[in-house]
């Protein structure tokens, strides 16, 4: 069982940064994949961001490139999501999850909202 945490959402205006953190309990977090997923009202939930483990390869969605930088320091069982240039359009609840084979993990979200 893997607990993940995340933490760092709150309100910023157009054109700001923010940094995600998820923390995630275990000693087999390097083993994991890493991810960033976001839930905007009445939409699907949707995937930003993704780290490999051990090698850290990453990918994002095209609406972030660019802009979000996904990293990992497996010494602190920790993956950050570093948001850049960020747009009204980037609202939503942010969730963390943490997969190795068959099994999924997901934090209970934290809100991010982008607005004047």
């Known amino acids: 069982q893997v607990q993940v945490v995340e933490s760092g959402g709150g309100l910023v205006q157009p054109g700001g940064s923010l940094r995600l953190s998820c923390a995630a309990s275990?000693?087999?977090?390097?083993?994991?994949?890493m991810s960033w997923y976001r839930q905007a009202p009445g939409k699907e939930r949707e995937l930003v961001a993704a780290i490999g483990n051990v090698g850290g390869s990453s990918n994002y969605a095209d609406s972030v490139k660019g802009r979000f930088t996904i990293s990992r320091d497996n010494a602190k069982n920790t993956v950050y999501l570093q948001m850049n240039s960020l747009k009204p359009e980037d609202t939503a609840v942010y969730y963390c999850n943490a997969a190795l084979s068959v099994f999924s993990f997901w934090g209970q979200g934290t809100q991010v909202i982008v607005s004047s």
């Open positions: 275990g000693s087999t977090f390097r083993a994991y994949t």
